[in-house]
C-alpha cells in the first residue's frame, strides 16, 4: 500500500502562491510511477477557520487521482470540516463522533484512524478523555493481522524548536502512552503541524511529520518563540510504502 502524505496547506482564498503550490503538488502525485491507495492530508486544511475556504481547496485537491483523507489542524474547528466533508465529499469517511472529526478505514491488512485533536485557540490542541476512550475502542476491534496508521494534527514529541515546544499538548503524554499500550498493532503516527518532516519514535512506533504544502518553517535548535520561514527549502510531500512488517519512506521533491 502506498500512502502520499502532504499537510497544513492552510488554504486562503488571497495567497494565489499557495494555491499554485498546492496545485503543483497535485500534478506531481498524478504523475508518480506508483498509484496512492489514498493520499492524507495531516491538518491545517484551510487558513484560520475559514469555513468557507474548504470548497475552493476541495476543488484543487479533487484533481487528484487517488482518494484523499484529511484530519483536523489547529486552524480546523472540528465542526466546520466534518460539514464540509459531509456537503462537498460524498466519498471521504464520516465522523463516528458527533463533536469530533474522528473517523476509521478498513483496507487490506491496514486500519487507518483519523484522530480530532482540535482545541479553540489553543496550537498545542486538546485530545480528551471522549476522544481517547473512543481511540482506545477503535484499537481494541483490531485483528491479529491488522496494522494500525494514525493519523493527527500535532506532532507528540519536543520538536528543538522553540516555536513548537512552546505550548506542547498536556494531552501528549497520555497519547503516547496510548501508543505504548498498543503498539503491537500501531506501526505508524502520520501529523503535521511543523510544516517540517520530523522523524521519531514513540516507544519503538515511528512518527513522522509532513511537509507543508504552503510554507517551512527550519526547526533544529530554534531558541527563537516567532515562525522564522524557511523560504529555499524545496516544496516536498512524502510517500509511505506500507508492507506487512516494514514502512519506508520516500522524500519527493516538486519541481
Ligand atoms: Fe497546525
Not at 502520499?4 to 504523475?31: M, P
Not at 484530519?71 to 472540528?78: M, V
Not at 460524498?90 to 463522533?97: L, V
Not at 473512543?134 to 481494541?140: C, D, F, P, S
Request: charged share 25%; hydrophobic share 35%.
Amino acid at each position: 500500500m502506498y500512502i502520499f502524505h502532504i499537510s497544513d496547506i492552510h488554504y486562503n482564498k488571497e495567497d494565489t502562491d499557495g494555491q499554485a503550490k498546492l496545485q503543483r503538488i497535485v500534478e506531481s502525485i498524478n504523475t508518480q510511477k506508483v498509484k496512492a491507495d489514498y493520499v492524507v492530508v495531516t491538518g491545517d486544511i484551510v487558513w484560520k477557520e475559514h469555513k468557507e475556504y474548504y470548497r475552493e481547496c476541495f476543488d484543487i485537491l479533487n484533481g487528484l487521482n487517488a482518494p484523499y483523507l484529511l484530519i483536523s489542524g489547529n486552524h480546523d474547528n472540528s465542526w466546520d470540516i466534518s460539514k464540509a466533508v459531509e456537503t462537498y465529499l460524498p466519498n471521504h469517511p464520516r465522523a463516528e463522533m458527533e463533536k469530533y472529526f474522528q473517523y476509521v478505514v478498513d483496507k487490506d491488512f491496514v486500519r487507518i484512524i483519523g484522530l480530532d485533536t482540535y482545541k479553540a485557540g489553543y496550537g498545542g490542541g486538546e485530545f480528551d478523555e471522549e476522544r481517547e476512550n473512543w481511540l482506545i475502542e477503535k484499537l481494541n476491534e483490531v485483528g491479529e493481522k491488522q496494522q494500525v496508521i494514525l493519523l493527527l494534527h500535532q506532532y507528540t514529541l519536543p520538536t528543538g524548536s522553540g516555536f513548537f515546544d512552546l505550548h506542547p499538548g498536556a494531552w501528549f503524554i497520555r497519547f503516547n502512552n496510548i501508543v505504548k499500550k498498543y503498539k503491537s498493532s500501531i506501526k505508524l503516527i502520520l501529523c503535521g503541524h511543523l510544516h517540517n518532516s520530523l522523524h521519531s519514535e514513540i516507544s519503538g512506533v515511528p512518527i513522522i511529520s509532513g511537509f507543508s504544502t504552503n510554507w517551512g518553517e527550519p526547526l533544529l535548535d530554534s531558541k527563537k518563540n516567532t515562525p522564522e520561514r524557511d523560504t529555499l527549502r524545496p516544496l516536498s510531500y512524502l510517500i509511505h510504502k506500507v508492507e506487512e512488517g516494514r514502512i519506508t519512506t520516500y522524500v519527493v521533491p516538486v519541481r
